[in-house]
């Protein structure tokens, strides 16, 4: 098929590879413009913009697809279908109704469950024991459309960072069985019952809220590991909890229950086992202790 390809973050590389690797014809990439990153904050291509690049594949970095210049470029493409994979900028109806077949998205849930912008995250931290991914005609509404296909897999312990992978993986690997026989994918409406909506991850969302239950706090730090890092703060510094384990244990939520860095929660008690500070190497806390002390009954917010 004549594809445009719409995406950003490492999510969506997979499948831009396994589109190119079926042999369609991917004539345009359209990605998020260049941000700001590094230390020298100068300009960088998304994943996608890159990975489309070796591929040889022109890239187009819209900051909006609402003009009708930007809807015009697009129409011209004149391709069979848009594949959509976390692209980040809203489709205006001009531009879906644009490809032949329309506009195709890799949602990372089991819709209608989790809509919207952080699913992975949103299934961790809910405690679902299932996910997976969606393959969805788009249209107006926020991951509304009908569903052509769907592969789960479960949550089963992982951080968001090995399920947004093995998601990415069973996206991209569904999205080429779809295209290779549309016709047995016939769409189907999303059921009204079980819609939840995965809101944006706020930063303030990251810091441990040891007046939850160990269980939660344990969630909290697999949700947002590897990046941007549930933390706690200790004397003005920030230590990032990368993976932790629920033991036993009580006392006051947020203070540690011995010298091993066992923290108090609202229910039980949470011990992380991989730990960061600022600027330094993720290490276990034996090693952090070695070099800071943290003693018992020390609070930490």
């Not at 499948?15 to 230390?39: C, E, F, I, K, N």
């Not at 009708?68 to 001009?94: N, S, T, W």
């Not at 690997?173 to 819609?195: F, I, K, N, R, T």
Request: hydrophobic share 45%; with cysteine.
């Amino acid at each position: 098929m004549r594809i445009v390809f719409m995406g950003t973050p490492d999510f969506a590389v997979l499948t831009l590879t396994a589109l190119a690797a079926a042999g369609h014809d991917v004539v345009a990439v359209y990605s998020q413009p260049p941000r700001p990153a590094g230390r020298g904050k100068q300009l960088q291509p998304s994943a996608v913009h890159r990975a489309a690049e070796a591929l040889g594949i022109p890239v187009r970095t819209p900051v909006s697809l609402k003009g009708a210049e930007e809807q015009a470029a697009f129409a011209a493409l004149e391709a069979d279908v848009a594949v959509v994979a976390a692209y980040g900028l809203i489709l205006p109806q001009a531009v879906l109704d644009a490809p032949r077949l329309g506009c195709l998205n890799v949602h990372g849930s089991l819709l209608p469950r989790w809509r919207g912008a952080a699913p992975v995250q949103r299934a961790i931290l809910a405690g679902d024991a299932m996910t997976g991914v969606t393959i969805m005609q788009m249209e107006r509404g926020l991951d509304t459309g009908p569903m052509l296909a769907t592969v789960e897999t479960p949550v089963d312990g992982k951080t968001a960072g090995e399920l947004t992978t093995e998601l990415a993986e069973k996206g991209a690997a569904l999205m080429v069985s779809v295209l290779a026989d549309l016709p047995a994918h016939p769409p189907v409406v999303q059921p009204e019952e079980g819609v939840t909506y995965a809101h944006k991850i706020e930063k303030a969302e990251s810091r441990l809220d040891f007046g939850q239950s160990a269980v939660q706090v344990e969630r909290q730090i697999r949700a947002f590991a590897p990046a941007p890092g549930a933390f706690f703060e200790l004397e003005g510094e920030r230590y990032r909890v990368l993976a932790g384990d629920v033991v036993e244990g009580s006392g006051a939520p947020g203070v540690t229950l011995d010298a091993a860095l066992t923290i108090a929660c609202g229910a039980g008690a949470l011990r992380p086992t991989l730990i960061q500070r600022a600027g330094k190497p993720a290490m276990e806390p034996a090693a952090l202790l070695r070099g800071r002390a943290i003693p018992a009954v020390t609070e930490l917010v």
